[in-house]
């Protein structure tokens, strides 16, 4: 049974007397200690996918169909207090933009303290003490001193690792880290990727990460899933994904990161991502998609198993997409 499994997922906003279907039908799993990326541009629902999980939804926000298996227990039947003692305790979170997710008022040890207490029941001593061990766990320097500043006073790196450690402190069975290393350079990413991908090891933990950055996965994860629309329209092992795409929209976003890697402009999608969809009678991608057919924009596709182990929500199924771009060139 898989640690985390998000099954038919659909999640509406109310707007104007209108019913905004935002996430449409996700699925997702999550085995216990692996790491999995969910990648998409901006406005794919990776971050409401994530959201979702927590039970924290934007105003008039509610999930209309599905599940969110985590354990064995079914999140979105909880009431907002059992919730809260999932997270932090069995479930962390690390925030993007660090700076902005810790309290600029107090201490960065008082706030890991805090955590402490909050989710073991730490008397304060036990708790300042844990807390110096945890922000020398995480990679910040001279614990007693730099946890005696405020996050102004931490580099973007710092305030990250700061971020990661509020994370594990309850020493969750997953932790969802959306978009960690936004802002940061290329060598403070791989630290901090580096970073929860050591402490995952050594805890058995699992993760789901969320970005847009292709070649983070490539790098971390085990396998991807891959989000456009609200919908999962490639998942499977990363490397048969990312080196060998199934969907089209997968193959678009490899393609614009192999363009870049090789010194040449990016090879970018036309058009926008879909923001919501009042009814959803038709594949997602279908207006952007250099292979559509009448089919595309009549029903939405079904996951297609392919025999490389991925799951492919797509009306072109295994191995034609490469036939169809040669149809194309013909």
Known sequence: MPLLEIADLHLEIAHRRRSLKILNGVNLKVRAGEMVGLIGETGSG???TLMSILGMFPRG???TKGRIMF??????AMSPRELRAVR????????QQPRASLNPTRRVADQVADRFQDVLGFRRKQARERSWELLGQVGIPEPKVRGQHYPHQLSGGMCQRVMVGLGIAGTPRLLLADEPTTGLDVTLQMQVMDLIRDLARSAGMAVLLITHDVALVAEY??????MYGGRIMEDGPTEAVL???KHPYTKSLVDAVSSLELG?????????VPRF?????FCPFVERCPYKTGLCAAKPPEPVATADGSLVACHLAEGTLANAADSKRQ
């Open 221 to 226: 994860c085990e396998r991807v899933a891959v």
């Open 88 to 95: 932090g305790s069995e479930i962390g979170i690390v925030f």
């Open 243 to 245: 080196y060998d795409p």
């Open 277 to 281: 969809f009042e009814d959803v009678m």
């Open 46 to 48: 990776k971050t409401l």
């Open 264 to 272: 040449r402009e990016p090879m970018a999608i036309e058009g926008t």
């Open 71 to 76: 354990e064995g227990k079914d999140l979105t």
């Open 61 to 63: 926000a509610r999930v």
